[in-house]
């Protein structure tokens, strides 16, 4: 396995800077996002001039002076927002990231599955995280049915086409429609093997899903990983639960947050997940995504990379 980084956990770098940053700590791989989702202004690729041959020249010419390779495109963003003017921009960048990607000779996208409205029509998204009331029980059939599986077959579908040999992997983040190894288990029959997953175990951390269970059932899906790690509060949980209104941004009040590598499970614990994901055939690059509220960028990257390279010592590959 080989550790990477993505761009959007180092927003106050600019893209030379971000890349002298990784290549001056032996990170040979990187993953750059363009996404609906993720740091404005966006700071190293904007997607006004991403599809220019010069925009691209010059992004292969500091990938090669800083001896970086480009491992993944990131797409993040909601490509079925019930807001026409959103939907368009996601998907968009999503269309942009895979034009990238081809270009560039990289043969993978990381993006979301999106969530849409229910049958009602509206403006925002609606997310199928229950099914314990007659109003919420088929939200998800209903979703799947008509939004999600119709969108995902025509992508997987126009991919096969244009794109053969890129695979989009998708990030199982509550919030969007399919989030669960089982909601991933019913998109399958709407799509073919150029979608797949991106594995991030700190989303299923705070679930309470073991992430090598999802490995074991889906991991020949399995096209790329993040690392990111989650710090659970029992205590805060007993009082609060997971499913906590406010997002998971105070470190002081969260009943969870995301962490950085190791400072939420034990290296022991990475090294059970690292070897089932290798058992399952990945062994690929883990890209770093600094989500950790009470670090910049630049420390909690750091740490997370330490973290990294630990568990890989441990695994006898450091």
């Not at 996601?90 to 979301?112: E, H, P, S, Y």
């Not at 992508?155 to 991933?184: N, Q, W």
């Amino acid at each position: 396995m080989r550790i990477g980084v993505y761009s959007d956990s180092l927003p106050g770098l600019s893209r030379r800077d971000m890349l002298r940053w990784c290549a001056e700590r032996g990170v040979s791989d990187v993953e750059i996002g363009v996404g609906a989702w993720g740091p404005w202004p966006r700071p190293h690729l904007d997607i006004a001039t991403i599809g220019s041959a010069a925009e691209r020249d010059r992004l292969g010419g500091e990938l090669r002076e800083f001896g970086i390779t480009l491992s993944a495109v990131n797409a993040a963003g909601n490509l079925l927002h019930p807001d026409a003017e959103k939907r368009k921009d996601a998907q968009a960048r999503f269309w942009a990231a895979v034009d990238l990607a081809k270009a560039m000779g990289v043969n993978r996208v990381i993006t979301m599955s999106g969530c849409p409205a229910g049958a009602v029509p509206g403006s925002l998204g609606v997310f199928p995280c229950w099914a314990t009331s007659a109003d919420d029980e088929r939200l998800f059939d209903w979703q799947m049915t008509h939004e999600v599986g119709p969108f995902w077959r025509s992508v997987s579908d126009r991919l096969e086409k244009e794109a053969p040999g890129l695979m989009v992997c998708l990030e199982l983040h509550p919030g969007v429609t399919i989030y669960t190894a089982a909601g991933f288990e019913a998109l399958a029959a709407h799509i073919g093997r150029n979608v797949g997953l991106n594995m991030d175990p700190s989303h299923f951390w705070w679930q309470g899903i073991d992430p090598v269970t999802v490995v074991e059932a889906l991991g020949d899906r399995i096209g790329f990983s993040h690392g990111k790690d989650t710090l659970l509060f029992p205590e805060r949980i007993r009082r609060l639960g997971v499913l906590h209104h406010a997002p998971p941004a105070d470190p002081d009040k969260a009943p969870w947050h995301f962490a950085a590598v190791g400072e939420g499970h034990d290296t022991e614990t990475w090294v059970t997940l690292f070897r089932a994901l290798q058992k399952a055939g990945y062994d690929g690059v883990v890209s770093i995504e600094h989500e950790d509220p009470r670090y910049s960028g630049e420390e909690g990257t750091a740490r997370s990379l330490k973290g990294l390279q630990n568990i890989l010592q441990r695994m006898g590959q450091g």
